[in-house]
C-alpha cells in the first residue's frame, strides 16, 4: 500500500473537478476518448464522462481507483493503476488529457506524443510563487514561471494563466499554473 491509499481509503465522495477544466467545457470536443492522469478520487474523470467522453482514469493509488468505480453512476470509467514516475505508461492516443496538481517532468514527451491530432491538452498544477502553503512545498513538484509553456512548446497555446503576485492579492488563482494547449491537426 501506498501513501496515497492511506489518504484515499476512508473517502466518502468523489474528488472535486480542477477549475481549469469546470471553466472551459466549452473548448471539450462533442465526443472522443479522454484520460484524467494522476487522477486521485476521479473528480476530473467524472465530470469529462458527464461531458459525453470516453474516459479512463490513471493513478498509483489502487485505493483511489477503487472509489472512483464505486463513485461512477452511469457507465464505468476504465481505470488502470500506474507509478507514472516507476514505469512508462503505455502510448495510446487521446483527444483530451486532464493533469491537476500532479507535476512529473519527463511525461511531457509522453503526453504530447499521446494526444491525438487536434488533442487538448488542459494542465493545473502549483508553481513555486504561489501565496499559500497550499499543495506541495518541494521544488521538485513546483513549476518555474513559464515553465509549463516550456514543457509543452510544441502544442498550440488556447490559454495560458499564471498570476503570482501582482495585483488583489486576495482575487484570482494565486498558487496555480493553468494552460490549455492543442496538438496540431495533421
Same mark, same amino acid.
Given at each position: 500500500?501506498?501513501?496515497?491509499?492511506?489518504?484515499?481509503?476512508?473517502?466518502?465522495?468523489? $474528488?472535486?473537478? *480542477?477549475? =481549469? &477544466?469546470?471553466?472551459?467545457?466549452? +473548448? =471539450?470536443?462533442?465526443?472522443?476518448?479522454? +484520460?484524467?492522469?494522476? *487522477?486521485? +478520487? $476521479? $473528480?476530473?474523470? =467524472? +465530470? =469529462?464522462?458527464?461531458? $459525453?467522453l470516453e474516459v479512463e482514469a490513471w493513478d498509483s493509488s489502487a485505493a483511489a481507483l477503487q472509489k472512483l468505480s464505486e463513485f461512477t453512476v452511469d457507465k464505468p470509467i476504465t481505470t488502470r493503476c500506474i507509478d507514472l514516475e516507476a514505469e512508462t505508461p503505455p502510448l495510446q492516443q487521446f483527444d483530451v488529457i486532464v493533469i491537476a496538481h500532479y507535476l512529473y517532468r519527463?511525461?511531457?514527451?509522453?503526453?504530447?506524443?499521446? &494526444?491525438?491530432p487536434g488533442g487538448l491538452l488542459f494542465y493545473q498544477t502549483y508553481h513555486d510563487q504561489k501565496l499559500t502553503e497550499q499543495g506541495p512545498s518541494s521544488p521538485q513538484f513546483l513549476l518555474k514561471p513559464g515553465e509549463l509553456l516550456s514543457l509543452f512548446n510544441g502544442l498550440q497555446l488556447v490559454l495560458y494563466r499564471e498570476e503570482g503576485a501582482c495585483g488583489n492579492l486576495n482575487l484570482g488563482e494565486r498558487n496555480l499554473a493553468m494552460m490549455v494547449a492543442q496538438k496540431p491537426p495533421m
Amino acid at each position: 500500500m501506498n501513501k496515497w491509499d492511506d489518504r484515499y481509503l476512508s473517502a466518502k465522495q468523489s $474528488g472535486s473537478a *480542477c477549475s =481549469l &477544466l469546470e471553466q472551459n467545457l466549452h +473548448l =471539450l470536443p462533442q465526443q472522443g476518448k479522454a +484520460l484524467d492522469l494522476a *487522477c486521485g +478520487l $476521479g $473528480g476530473n474523470a =467524472l +465530470l =469529462l464522462q458527464a461531458q $459525453g467522453l470516453e474516459v479512463e482514469a490513471w493513478d498509483s493509488s489502487a485505493a483511489a481507483l477503487q472509489k472512483l468505480s464505486e463513485f461512477t453512476v452511469d457507465k464505468p470509467i476504465t481505470t488502470r493503476c500506474i507509478d507514472l514516475e516507476a514505469e512508462t505508461p503505455p502510448l495510446q492516443q487521446f483527444d483530451v488529457i486532464v493533469i491537476a496538481h500532479y507535476l512529473y517532468r519527463p511525461l511531457s514527451h509522453w503526453i504530447i506524443s499521446s &494526444l491525438a491530432p487536434g488533442g487538448l491538452l488542459f494542465y493545473q498544477t502549483y508553481h513555486d510563487q504561489k501565496l499559500t502553503e497550499q499543495g506541495p512545498s518541494s521544488p521538485q513538484f513546483l513549476l518555474k514561471p513559464g515553465e509549463l509553456l516550456s514543457l509543452f512548446n510544441g502544442l498550440q497555446l488556447v490559454l495560458y494563466r499564471e498570476e503570482g503576485a501582482c495585483g488583489n492579492l486576495n482575487l484570482g488563482e494565486r498558487n496555480l499554473a493553468m494552460m490549455v494547449a492543442q496538438k496540431p491537426p495533421m
